[in-house]
């Protein structure tokens, strides 16, 4: 970016990852309102010589609420929330690759992560996602790039996938195991789930630097950008576009 470009972001995002910020953040407490995260966002995008109007702004949020919710929601499995948020960081980190001390900040902001969230159980990761699925699931907005993908319907819902990788840690369906009451294995059936699923090829790096695997929280508007849902029949082949390096809105995503 030029000049100007580069300042508006090292503005920016010193003043998302300022200490004081971070530490008020990092409180325990409860999810924000609507409202409240309103205010922040607005101060945020404020926070530089770059000035929008009511209309860019309302468009802006609607954007970004709207991308978040569909990250949130279509994580293949509750913990990988963590992974979509240290996609937006990776992503924030390239933009400011030659702002040493600004790096230092978001940096800090990704072992605060760590330490809070690294050690967390699956059930308290679906606690946060449900949280989070619950304080977005009135909002419907259309968003012209994920309606021409199809990965939103017309009335503003998104479309779930029916095929594609399965969670790590987790088989293809198809088959039901039974057990008799000594736990050991007496039968097996095979069914058709109607998608196409494969295995989990890896699971995403939650160290500070590595592959992250997943998808979800990198560029929205890259030209090969990726697209997570998988669709049966002929829409199938949607997901097979490449990753790129992600450059998403990015804010405290577990609250």
Same mark, same amino acid.
């Given at each position: 970016?030029?000049?100007?470009? %580069?300042? @508006?972001?090292?503005?920016?995002?010193?003043?998302?990852? =300022?200490?004081?910020?971070?530490?008020?953040?990092?409180?325990?407490? +409860?999810?924000? *309102?609507? &409202?409240?995260? %309103?205010? $922040?966002? +607005?101060?945020?995008?404020?926070?530089? !010589?770059?000035?929008?109007?009511?209309?860019? /702004?309302?468009?802006?949020?609607?954007?970004?609420? /709207?991308?978040?919710?569909?990250? $949130?929601?279509?994580?293949?499995?509750?913990?990988? @929330?963590?992974? @979509?948020?240290?996609?937006?960081?990776?992503? !924030?980190?390239?933009? !400011?690759r030659d702002s040493p001390t600004i790096l230092q900040q978001v940096d800090e902001a990704f072992q605060q992560l760590t330490e809070i969230y690294g050690g967390l159980s699956a059930g308290e990761f679906q606690l946060i996602r449900q949280t989070l699925l619950i304080f977005f699931q009135d909002l419907h907005i259309r968003v012209s790039m994920f309606l021409k993908d199809k990965v939103q319907n017309n009335n503003g819902r998104f479309v779930l996938p029916v095929s594609g990788p399965v969670p790590w840690g987790t088989e293809v369906p198809g088959l039901i195991r039974m057990f008799? =009451?000594?736990?050991?294995?007496v039968k097996r059936i095979e069914f058709k789930h109607g998608g196409n699923y494969v295995p989990a090829p890896k699971e995403g790096s939650f160290e500070l630097y590595g592959d992250r695997v997943l998808k979800l929280g990198t560029n929205m508007? *890259? @030209? =090969? %950008?990726?697209?997570?849902?998988? /669709? *049966?029949?002929?829409? &199938?082949?949607?997901?097979?576009?490449?990753?790129t390096s992600s450059a998403n809105q990015a804010r405290r995503v577990i609250l």
């Open positions: 970016p030029g000049d100007k470009a %580069r300042k @508006v972001l090292n503005d920016i995002i010193s003043t998302m990852f =300022n200490r004081k910020f971070m530490e008020e953040l990092f409180k325990p407490q +409860e999810l924000y *309102s609507k &409202k409240a995260l %309103r205010t $922040v966002y +607005e101060r945020l995008a404020h926070a530089s !010589i770059m000035k929008l109007n009511q209309a860019s /702004m309302d468009k802006l949020y609607d954007l970004m609420t /709207m991308a978040f919710k569909y990250q $949130v929601l279509l994580c293949p499995r509750p913990k990988d @929330v963590l992974l @979509v948020t240290f996609n937006h960081l990776d992503t !924030i980190k390239g933009f !400011i008799n =009451n000594k736990g050991e294995e508007y *890259s @030209v =090969n %950008r990726p697209v997570e849902t998988h /669709m *049966s029949g002929s829409s &199938k082949n949607l997901a097979s576009r490449t990753q």
